[in-house]
């Protein structure tokens, strides 16, 4: 059974989201319980996957019983059972926003259960194709999730993001086809040997390496391919907001180790120091560029995606500096952004919800009238900001003392000054929440509020307050797992590792 | 294992501090005065080492880990902690503001009793964050304050824990060794990190700017906690002193006087007199020697005893009579005799004069100097040292200001109208600390009893000290006489000195302004590249598939386009080129 898992985890969401389809036949809101019992068992699944890497090692899965490395093979280690786990975590537990929160057609559920499905798939696959028909199922099902909410700007938005994506995956794909055609092969480990055969240096590789590598970096949402991604984040509907800037650029970085550390390996960097001095490089000016950006912005949520761009800055930093401590960090530090992004952008909809403020003017004096959700907003932005004991403390630390032992030291000022540049935008807000006289007063914000469905119902439901709690929580709770995921990370990345 | 070790007394202050934030206002601060309270027989009898060992995030680490230097911060930090609760229930202070209180007391507590740097710079962080939210609690001007408090402090901390990191990855681990902190850069960082904490000069304007501004029970307790748990840092990271450090602590000595002397907002006045008395003990632990170090804690002990003391005067004051400035007060030794007798105990005691608990420890420090420090390069022909010097002269700076004080709030002229004064539980407060500074100065002995290093034993110290020599009388007296001549003749010009610049008028302004350029010039860079390359994109298409229509235009004046009102949106065409020209220039640089 431990050996289906892999794939099941991709099985189960597909066919959950093909039957709120057919159940609309019957009725038109059956689509949250489809999802939450999907759900549900996808989060148990990957909770026993995670639970069997931890315990006894990497799980590998020949789908449809082709040999290796004709077929598609799945891979699970550390890395990617931590990165399936997190996608089933969030994804049931943003279903208890999405109740009251969320579009509530059958198809919106359809589509997030798709979006699950690829993101999964993403995460397991041990095949660069594979990983490429994932990235599309995951970008298709982001374009549509983003496209669902009702006003015009969404649907520019995800215009620019589809047009922008599709262009990423492709050069991604370009790439896979170089890595073919100089191989013959597109299974991971088996890609990892034949590079090594030719030779770091040959011409092919190099473009494939830069073609894949940028059409990632463009799903990740590095400064200065992150274009898209602010329009998306802040002109989707709240719950997608949340899912979609938990997740997906989470699950593209993840990619994007996975090509580094599984296909080209830490030899192809030490062998090619340019290609790991450009990633570290556009890391850094990720880091400053976004933060600026952020300080910038007037609207809440383009501050918080214009964060993202420079939190993803220094998960690649991590990744890209490649020795075993900098990994733990941005891995920590990658799952940790998801949570903690994730319940900010859901504590921005409660916010906007209740008060209707949604620009950093408008949070001025709101600490008082939307206690918990100002004060999980609260928690998170200082966890973001890296305040101890929170887990944004953690991966920071160890990307910081990955950094600092491998001697890289003006990336150790960037790495500690982006602390501080982190602080200038989350404190601003904090300050407004708490410490500034309000600019909206009650009453007078009735007609921006969202309308409220359904007659009475308050616009805030107690399962979105649970969510933002729930991640308040957990952006200190996770420091607990730390040490776990740092020994199955160290036992199960060794070989990618070993310098 | 003893009972006592097992849990780190922040623990339990900071549990206290949320109980504090959810109780009704009287029983919550007869809690809060209570623990900190326990803190006092706690630290005595715990018995002495290294506790509660364990790693965390893979180190070795020391929550709890008690010395003689760590007990005697414990056991003021309990005093003060108990009396400033106090003074702030008398005072009206919300049950919040005194949550924060003492969130900051704890973490105070876990930094002074932290055995290894990671623990060290947790709770230091922490404290940075607790006393920024005391400070932010009183909004107003305080929030402004507080937020140059926070970057300055975020500043230091981030350079100490460069230091830390690199001592680590010198010596491979973050424990205490007992040799203080990695020579070279790691060093040179952590004197300046930690010099943000305890104000060397030119990194000090946030105490000045800071402190006079928050709730006036706040001020009692910020003046004790963020400079002294600095000079503590200052001892666990130089355990052997250094030169520099102890001029820097001379210079501090005179420098925080003589602005202080400028001043005429009473809270402001003290928080200048802080950084001038951290320089003695900054020069006590400079000089490196069992004797000066001795003295620089106990002169951290005695500050904190005065130090609050005049804070909770001038609170008194404020508290009354609603007045900060010492240009409108005056003569309110006759309405407020409590608070008088009370202010000239704390004034004759941060100004040394023999009899009073200054007059022991600054001693101590002087004769450090005197005995076990280069002669340097001006002894003015006498056999004093230049250091020695500097803290005299800080001296007379000291009497010199506090008569000004003095004078201007309590004995010149006559207060129109009446005063009350000080409450009862302010009363309390303040005769419990005054008691404290007068037995303190005249049985030395007991002060002597609970400093790390026994000043009167041979074999511990280079020069055994005592406390009422003739010389050591003659020279109080003589600084006393000094400081009475020179408020005299320098009162005229004084009382017409404006306000004076410190450094931060220069700086503030620098962070500002140079903060606003980087954001404006990457926006506008960014912005500008978008506009040009659109333009001229948009324009070589114009030109080419509407040739006559761009003729026509060309007479006519360019027109305002709306594509342009949102400068920092890519448009999708501008992105996809971006990434066509990164990934081109991937490959040519691979190549």
Request: a neutral charge; aromatic letters at 10%.
């Amino acid at each position: 059974m431990i050996e289906q898992l892999p794939v099941l985890l991709v099985v189960v969401p597909i066919v959950g989201g093909a039957v709120p389809l057919v159940a609309s036949l019957v009725s038109n809101r059956s689509g949250w319980p489809i999802a939450a019992l999907t759900l549900a068992v996808h989060t148990a699944l990957a909770g026993w996957l995670a639970w069997a890497v931890g315990t006894g090692g990497t799980i590998d899965y020949a789908v449809g019983g082709f040999a290796i490395p004709y077929g598609i093979e799945l891979v699970v280690d550390g890395l990617s059972a931590a990165v399936v786990a997190l996608v089933s975590a969030v994804a049931l537990g943003l279903l208890a926003y999405a109740r009251r929160a969320g579009p509530r057609s059958n198809a919106f559920y359809s589509q997030y259960l798709l979006l699950v499905t690829g993101l999964s798939g993403m995460a397991v696959t041990g095949d660069v194709f594979n990983l490429y028909v994932f990235l599309e199922i995951t970008g298709l099902a982001a374009y549509g999730l983003v496209a669902s909410g009702r006003e015009a700007s969404s649907a520019v938005a995800a215009l620019k993001y589809l047009i922008i994506g599709t262009v990423g995956a492709s050069l991604y794909l370009l790439g896979v086809g170089y890595l073919l055609a100089v191989t013959g092969t597109l299974n991971m480990g088996d890609l990892a040997g034949k590079i090594a055969a030719i030779g770091y240096g040959s011409p092919l590789v190099l473009t494939a390496f830069a073609l894949m590598v940028g059409g990632l970096t463009v799903k990740v949402a590095l400064f200065p391919l992150h274009t898209w991604q602010p329009d998306a984040y802040a002109n989707a509907p709240d719950t997608v907001s949340a899912f979609i800037s938990a997740l997906v650029s989470t699950v593209a970085a993840y990619a994007l180790a996975r090509v580094l550390f599984s296909v080209f390996t830490v030899d192809f960097l030490t062998a090619v120091p340019v290609a790991r001095w450009t990633l570290v490089g556009l890391a850094c000016v990720s880091i400053v560029a976004g933060s600026a950006l952020a300080v910038s912005q007037s609207s809440v949520q383009r501050m918080l995606a214009y964060s993202s761009v420079s939190q993803f800055g220094l998960v690649v930093a991590g990744f890209a500096i490649a020795t075993p401590t900098a990994v733990v960090g941005a891995t920590v530090h990658l799952l940790g952004h998801a949570v903690m992004k994730g319940g900010l952008f859901a504590a921005t909809g409660v916010i906007e919800r209740e008060t209707g403020a949604s620009t950093v003017n408008g949070y001025a004096g709101m600490g008082g009238r939307v206690p918990v959700g100002a004060m999980g907003f609260s928690v998170l932005a200082l966890a973001m900001v890296g305040v101890p004991p929170a887990i944004g403390f953690v991966g920071k630390w160890y990307i910081v003392l990955g950094a600092v032992r491998a001697q890289i030291w003006p990336v150790v000022v960037v790495l500690l000054a982006s602390t501080l540049l982190t602080l200038a935008y989350f404190a601003k807000l904090v300050e407004r929440l708490y410490f500034a006289e309000p600019t909206i007063y009650e009453g007078e914000d009735d007609a921006g509020a969202a309308p409220v469905a359904d007659g009475g119902d308050s616009p805030v439901s107690t399962g979105m307050l649970a969510v933002v709690v729930g991640a308040a929580v957990l952006a200190v709770a996770l420091v607990a797992a730390v040490p776990a995921l740092e020994q199955t990370l160290l036992e199960t990345l060794p070989p990618l590792l070993d310098q | 294992m003893s009972t006592l070790t097992l849990v780190p007394p922040v623990v339990v202050v900071l549990a206290t501090a949320i109980l504090v934030g959810i109780l009704p206002r009287k029983p919550a601060h007869a809690l809060g005065a209570l623990v900190p309270a326990l803190a006092v027989p706690w630290s005595l009898s715990v018995p002495a080492g290294t506790h509660l060992q364990t790693t965390f995030l893979g180190f070795q680490v020391a929550f709890l880990n008690v010395d003689e230097f760590s007990r005697l911060m414990g056991l003021i930090f309990g005093i003060i902690g108990t009396v400033a609760v106090l003074y702030s229930y008398a005072s009206d202070a919300e049950n919040v503001q005194t949550a924060f209180a003492l969130s900051y007391v704890g973490t105070s507590f876990g930094a002074v009793f932290a055995g290894d740097w990671l623990t060290l710079i947790f709770f230091w962080e922490l404290m940075a964050v607790t006393s920024t939210l005391l400070v932010w609690h009183y909004r107003g001007a305080a929030v402004r304050a507080g937020f140059r408090y926070a970057l300055l402090h975020g500043i230091g901390g981030t350079l100490l824990m460069a230091a830390i990191l690199q001592h680590y990855v010198a010596q491979g681990t973050f424990m205490f060794t007992g040799d203080g902190i990695t020579a070279g850069l790691p060093a040179a960082l952590a004197a300046v990190g930690i010099g943000v904490n305890v104000g060397f000069i030119g990194l000090h304007a946030w105490l000045p700017d800071t402190y006079p501004r928050p709730h006036i029970a706040a001020s009692v307790f910020l003046c004790v906690f963020t400079t002294k748990t600095g000079v503590y840092g200052m001892y666990r990271a130089f355990p052997e002193g250094n030169v520099a450090i102890a001029y820097m602590g001379g210079g501090m000595a005179v420098f925080g006087a003589m602005f202080a002397l400028f001043q005429n907002d009473m809270r402001r006045l003290l928080s200048y007199h802080i950084q001038s008395q951290v320089g003695y003990m900054v020069a006590g632990v400079g000089i490196g020697t069992t004797l000066a170090q001795a003295g620089a804690f106990a002169h951290v002990y005695n500050h904190i005893l005065y130090k609050a003391l005049l804070f909770m005067t001038a609170g008194v004051v404020i508290y009354r009579t609603g007045n900060e400035n010492l240009k409108k007060l005056g003569g309110l030794a006759r309405e407020m005799p409590i608070t008088a007798v009370a202010f000239t105990v704390a004034a004759l005691s941060i100004a040394g004069f023999p009899g009073f608990n200054g007059f022991v420890s600054k001693g101590i420090v002087i004769a450090g100097a005197h005995y076990d420090f280069a002669a340097g390069p001006l002894t003015l022909g006498t056999d004093r040292t230049t250091l020695e010097w500097l803290l005299l002269l800080g001296g007379v700076g000291t009497f010199m200001s506090f008569i000004k004080f003095g004078y201007y709030a309590f004995f010149h002229g006559e207060y129109d109208g009446s005063v009350k004064d000080a409450n009862r539980g302010q009363t309390v407060a303040m005769v419990a600390v005054a008691v404290l500074c007068v037995g303190y100065g005249l049985l030395p002995g007991t002060l002597f009893s609970i400093l790390p290093f026994d000043v009167t034993s041979e074999s511990v110290v280079s020069h055994v000290y005592k406390t009422y020599t003739v010389g050591h009388i003659v020279e109080g007296l003589a600084l006393a006489v000094a400081g009475l001549v020179g408020f005299y003749a320098t009162k005229k010009p004084l009382s017409k000195l404006g306000r004076v610049p410190d450094v931060d008028a220069l700086y503030n302004p620098v962070a500002f302004y140079g903060m606003r350029a980087l954001v404006y010039a990457t926006t506008d860079l960014y912005a500008a590249v978008d506009r040009a390359v659109i333009r001229a994109t948009s324009v070589t298409t114009h030109v080419v598939s509407e040739p006559n229509e761009v003729v026509r235009r060309l007479r006519a004046s360019a027109q305002d386009d709306d594509s342009f009102a949102y400068p920092l949106r890519a448009g999708i065409g501008f992105s996809i080129l971006v990434l066509a020209v990164f990934v081109a220039l991937a490959m040519l640089a691979l190549s």
